[in-house]
């Protein structure tokens, strides 16, 4: 065995391991700042210049830089999916874009990266963005106990939107409850046909502040036309310019409450998501329009969190870690000016692609970890992905996992602690079709254009013949070595497959 991969392997090993005392001494505040649809090039510290994010690079000084880390797809339910269980979410049927009504798709019980946390002691709380379903298999009844839900599946404390803020039902929900809701107006939500009498974009667009582009023509709330029709709830619904706001606070309340204890927070913001509606004080902040406006309105968000940390004196046993749930998108359905404005701002930055997309821009995400006790602040190259923190936060707490939980989960501890260079060797990277990153190495299976990619202008990444990138030289994605590099392609091909077939079960050791 080579001295390097010895190295490695004996430093996942003690990470893996750590005694009970080192675990209790060391055992940080785990706060995941999960942003939605924030681009690799959005961001200050990773070289967007139009766009002022001072808290977001704030982090950055003082923590690990990822410049190779990703979500598993590009787009948000699958890659929260995969965050949460561990699982690659491509194995498991019903795990694409949900609509608002949806069922919960994580079983009750099964283990995820909260329940992890959870049966360490920690104190668990979500807030934001949920869109992996809720309730029974037809979805739940909105003016009841709603259940299964965050609680089932490891989270002490919720307060979530249940989708997305373009879909309805636009109400939060905070445990097992619509918030604010008159019991003498009910929530009633469909999918397929209108109900109730609101009025919808499709009839009334005279009534909206804001128009689509694509689809986003139902039931109209505060002036937004929404994916989905509901009806009831207007006590309820929420204000689409306070909800950065009213997340915030919540997160904010979660951390004093539990400032005593260990405490795990997934944050997991709105911004900059469509329909991008920063409160009024973010409004012409930026020098991109309304998304790069919303971006520095999530950049205030993160600031917030950053801050009640120092104020409680908890910054130096807390490990903030800031990400994106997928890759960026200007236009996503609403005719915001997004596109108009974007003044050479790049929301990729380097990469080829955003939301949808094969290629890079799909799943490369920002991905900053700040842990100032443990953690030197720097740049790290080392593939890691969302998919690993189940395993690297077992391995944190001293946990050792049971044969199928976090099945496709990988221990990259020492690359998040900035002790190794490597991460994992592979990735399967996922945006309907596959791609198969291995180093610097990068195969995406042949695949016939989607129907659906009128709806975007990014490149879906799909070839009907197979494409090979080798990223160390060619970041950008423009020189398909397929054809010159045939045996490496088809071997590529064939890893991609057996992984797809291995169903998960990974070895212990392998972790
Ligand atoms: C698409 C929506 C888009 C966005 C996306 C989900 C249309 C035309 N497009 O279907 O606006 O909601 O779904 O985004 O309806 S995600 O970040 O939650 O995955
Ligand atoms: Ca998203």
């Not at 409450?257 to 920063?278: E, G, I, M, S, W």
């Not at 917030?304 to 749930?325: A, F, H, P, Q, Y």
């Not at 190794?420 to 180093?439: I, T």
């Amino acid at each position: 065995m080579p001295l390097r991969t010895a190295l490695v392997l004996a430093v996942a090993a003690l990470a893996a391991q750590p005694t009970p005392a080192a675990v209790r001494a060391d055992r940080p505040n785990i706060i995941l700042i999960l942003a939605d649809d924030l681009g690799f090039g959005d961001t200050g510290c990773y070289g967007a210049s139009r766009i002022p994010t001072p808290n977001v690079d704030r982090l950055a000084r003082g923590g690990l830089r990822f410049r190779d880390a990703h979500s598993t797809s590009a787009t948000c339910t699958p890659a929260r999916y995969a965050l949460l269980t561990g699982e690659y979410p491509w194995r498991k049927k019903g795990t694409g874009v949900l609509p608002g009504d949806a069922g919960m798709i994580i079983p009750a019980g099964q283990t995820t990266t909260a329940l992890v946390l959870q049966r360490a002691g920690y104190r668990t709380g979500v807030v934001g963005k949920w869109h992996l379903g809720l309730g029974g298999k037809g979805g739940p009844d909105w003016n009841r106990e709603i259940k299964p839900g965050p609680r089932e599946i490891g989270f002490d404390y919720s307060f979530i939107m249940a989708a997305t803020g373009d879909r309805v039902p636009c109400v939060y929900l905070e445990n097992q409850r619509v918030v604010g809701l008159d019991p003498n107006d009910p929530i009633q939500v469909s999918y397929d046909r209108p109900v109730g009498v609101d009025p919808t974009g499709k009839d009334h667009p005279e009534l909206l502040k804001v128009h689509p582009s694509h689809g986003h023509d139902q039931t109209i709330v505060n002036g937004i036309s929404r994916i989905g029709y509901m009806t009831g709830g207007k006590a309820a619904r929420w204000v689409d310019e306070e909800m950065a706001d009213t997340f915030t606070r919540k997160a904010v309340t979660f951390i004093e409450q539990n400032k005593d204890r260990p405490f795990f927070l997934y944050f997991a913001t709105h911004d900059p998501h469509v329909p991008r509606v920063p409160h009024p004080r973010f409004v012409g902040k930026s020098g991109c329009g309304v998304r790069g406006d919303v971006i520095v309105q999530f950049d205030w968000c993160a600031g917030e969190i950053l801050n009640t940390l120092d104020r409680l004196n908890l910054g130096k046993n807390t490990l903030v870690i800031l990400s994106s749930d997928n890759g960026p998108v200007v236009d996503d359905g609403y005719r915001d000016g997004a596109a108009e404005n974007l003044n050479g701002h790049r929301p990729a930055g380097p990469l080829r692609g955003g939301k949808y997309s094969l290629f890079e821009g799909g799943t490369r995400v920002p991905f900053i970890v700040r842990w100032p006790q443990r953690i030197e602040p720097g740049v790290s190259d080392a593939l890691v992905c969302h998919i690993d923190f189940l395993a690297s936060f077992a391995a944190l707490t001293g946990q050792k996992l049971a044969a199928g939980e976090g099945p496709d989960s990988r221990n990259v501890l020492p690359a998040i602690l900035g002790q190794s260079k490597v991460g994992r060797d592979q990735l399967v990277e996922h945006a309907r079709v596959l791609a198969l990153r291995d180093g610097a190495w990068k195969y995406i299976e042949p695949s016939p254009e989607p129907k659906w990619k009128a709806n975007t202008a990014t490149e879906i990444g799909t070839d009907p013949a197979g494409q090979l990138y080798h990223l160390a030289d060619d970041l950008g994605e423009t020189n398909n070595l397929a054809r010159a590099q045939p045996d490496r392609s088809r071997k590529l091909l064939e890893q991609l497959r057996s992984t797809r077939q291995a169903g998960g079960a990974s070895p212990d050791a392998a972790r």
